[in-house]
C-alpha cells in the first residue's frame, strides 16, 4: 500500500492550501482517509478524516477552517485549509484506516494509532 501528500507549501496567515491524497494498493473498500498534523514538542493531532460511508471528523480546533473530502472511485482525498494561522503550521500526514464491516467507520478509526497506511508527510508553513 502506497500513500502519497502533495500540497504543503508556505502561506501568509489569513491564506489557503490544499493538501491532496493518493492511495493506491489498499484491497479493502472501507477505510477513513485521516489528516494529521505533527507539532515537535506536541502530540500528533488529527485535523480531519473522512470515510468511504462519508462519515467525517473535524476537531474544534480547525473546524470551519478545514474540510477533509476523499473520492471513493479514485482513492483520493484532500484537506481544505482555509484562513490559516500560524499555530497551523506543522507536518501533515495523510494516513489510511480499513475498517471491519462489523465496526462504524468511526469507531474504528478515531484515533491515529488506528491508521495503519501513512504518507511520508508533507511540510506547512504558516507566516504571520
Not at 462519508?54 to 476523499?70: E, L, N, Q, Y
Amino acid at each position: 500500500v502506497q500513500v502519497t501528500e502533495s500540497g504543503g507549501g508556505s502561506v501568509q496567515a489569513g491564506g489557503s492550501l490544499t493538501l491532496s491524497c493518493e492511495v493506491s494498493g489498499l484491497t479493502e473498500s472501507r477505510y477513513c482517509l485521516g489528516w494529521f498534523r505533527d507539532v515537535p514538542g506536541m502530540e500528533r493531532e488529527m485535523v480531519g478524516t473522512r470515510c468511504t460511508n462519508s462519515a467525517t471528523i473535524i476537531p474544534d480546533s480547525v473546524k470551519g477552517r478545514f474540510t477533509a473530502s476523499k473520492d471513493n472511485m479514485k482513492h483520493t482525498g484532500s484537506l481544505q485549509m482555509d484562513r490559516l494561522e500560524p499555530a497551523d503550521a506543522g507536518t501533515y500526514y495523510c494516513a489510511a484506516c480499513p475498517y471491519p464491516m462489523s465496526r462504524t467507520s468511526l469507531s474504528a478509526c478515531r484515533t491515529w494509532s488506528s491508521y495503519i497506511h501513512w504518507g511520508q508527510g508533507t511540510q506547512v508553513i504558516v507566516s504571520s
